[in-house]
């Protein structure tokens, strides 16, 4: 089996769901001014933290105070990716589910082909 039998099989899968969902293709439009001046405020927004998180600690007297928070950034720069992983993870498979609308969705039972084409992506599953 080769890439393009395993492209033609995907697609055919999808457009079998859009069958029986009873939904069309839909293209989602982004608006690419939206999108850079929401990634240039994010931008902003993260260097006014580290601005203020910075000057926060420079100004702490405290030598207890101060390996206190120092700790607690250590801790929080070595947990933030696996939390960051893990809640895209969560959220792309909740958005994905939503596209593909499971809940008003009743999919056929993988033993039940409707085309000779989905039965072969059922044997491949």
């Not at 405020?41 to 206190?68: K, N, P, T």
């Amino acid at each position: 089996m080769n890439w393009r039998n395993i492209l033609l099989l995907v697609s055919v899968n999808a457009k079998s769901s859009r069958l029986l969902g009873g939904g069309g293709f839909r293209r989602f439009k982004e608006n690419r001014l939206f999108t850079y001046m929401l990634y240039l405020g994010v931008c902003v927004l993260g260097s006014l933290f580290g601005w203020f998180f910075g000057s926060f600690y420079g100004g702490l007297i405290d030598a207890q105070v101060r390996m206190h928070v120092l700790s607690a950034a250590k801790s929080f720069y070595a947990s933030f990716p696996t939390l960051a992983l893990l809640y895209t993870l969560i959220l792309t498979q909740m958005s994905q589910l939503q596209r593909i609308r499971v809940k008003a969705q009743v999919q056929p039972l993988y033993w039940l082909p409707i085309t000779w084409e989905e039965h072969t992506l059922a044997s491949i599953i």
